[in-house]
C-alpha cells in the first residue's frame, strides 16, 4: 500500500509538474532577456580545425532581428570582409577581389570562414518560439546549474534544423546547451555555453563552443569581448553601399 501511495504521489507530482511549466513560457523568457531593439557587438571565434587554430575578430551591428552588418577586423587576411544580412538575403564583400556576392540557396549551408557555423545559422530568427514549438521534458544539472530540458519540434518549413534539445538555465533562463538534429533523427550541431556574464542586467553567454557533429577538428569558440543594447546605429550601415565603405 505504502509503495502504490507513493507510486500515485510520483504521477501526481509528474502531471503538475507538467501543467506548472511550459515549454513555449520559457522560450519567452529566454528571448526576453537577450532581446534588444539594436545592439553592437565586439567579439572572436576561435577555430579549431585540422591544420592549427584560427582567430578571427568582428564587429556586429544589429537592428532587431531583420537587420545585422559584420565587418571582420583581424586578422590582415580576413580584414574588411563584410556580411550584410536584410531580412531573409545575405550578401558577403571581399576586398581582395572587390565584389560583392549574394549568398542563397545550397551555399548558405557553407561554412562562415572555415567555422564550424553556416551562413544557414546566421540567417536563422534568434527567436525560437517563431520556428518551434517546445515541450518541457526533464530536468537536468549543467555546469553545476539547474536546467529544464527541452525538445523543440520545427512547426515552420524552412526551420534549419526539424528537432531541436536545449537545457534552458533555470533561475537566468539562458540556454546552456543545445543539440541540433536532421529530421532523420541525425545529430549535426552541438552547442556549449562556456560561461555566462551579467551584462545590464542581462546574462549573456560570453563564451559558447559550437560543434559541426559532421566535420573533424575541436570546434569553434565564439568569446564575446563587448556589447552595447539599444545602440543608436545609422540606418546607411545596414544598405550594401556600406559593404564597400
Given at each position: ?194 560561461s555566462v556574464e551579467n551584462i545590464e542586467n542581462r546574462w549573456i553567454a560570453a563564451a559558447v563552443l559550437f560543434k559541426d557533429a559532421l566535420k573533424s577538428g575541436e570546434g569553434t569558440e ?24
Amino acid at each position: 500500500m505504502k509503495l502504490f501511495t507513493a507510486l500515485i504521489l510520483v504521477l501526481t507530482v509528474g502531471a503538475v509538474f507538467a501543467q506548472d511549466v511550459s515549454g513555449d513560457d520559457l522560450l519567452i523568457k529566454v528571448d526576453e532577456n537577450i532581446g534588444s531593439d539594436n545592439k553592437i557587438t565586439v567579439g572572436e571565434m576561435v577555430i579549431k580545425g585540422r591544420r592549427g587554430t584560427r582567430r578571427i575578430k568582428s564587429k556586429s551591428w544589429i537592428h532587431g532581428r531583420e537587420k545585422s552588418f559584420t565587418e571582420y577586423l583581424a586578422p590582415a587576411r580576413e580584414q574588411g570582409t563584410k556580411m550584410l544580412k536584410l531580412q531573409d538575403q545575405l550578401w558577403t564583400y571581399s576586398p581582395t577581389t572587390d565584389r560583392t556576392i549574394k549568398i542563397s540557396g545550397h551555399m548558405l549551408r557553407q561554412s562562415v570562414m572555415g567555422s564550424d557555423l553556416s551562413y544557414e545559422d546566421l540567417m536563422e530568427d534568434t527567436k525560437l518560439r517563431n520556428m518551434y514549438s517546445a515541450q518541457v521534458v526533464g530536468e537536468e544539472v549543467i555546469h553545476e546549474r539547474p536546467c529544464w530540458v527541452l525538445a523543440l519540434t520545427a512547426k515552420v518549413s524552412d526551420a534549419s534544423y526539424y528537432t531541436r534539445r536545449i537545457w534552458i538555465d533555470k533561475e537566468r533562463y539562458v540556454v546552456l546547451r543545445e543539440y541540433r538534429y536532421a529530421k532523420s533523427g541525425k545529430l549535426l550541431k552541438t552547442t556549449d555555453v562556456l560561461s555566462v556574464e551579467n551584462i545590464e542586467n542581462r546574462w549573456i553567454a560570453a563564451a559558447v563552443l559550437f560543434k559541426d557533429a559532421l566535420k573533424s577538428g575541436e570546434g569553434t569558440e565564439f568569446l564575446l569581448e563587448s556589447i552595447e543594447f539599444n545602440a543608436a546605429i545609422p540606418d546607411y550601415i545596414f544598405t550594401k553601399a556600406a559593404l564597400k565603405k
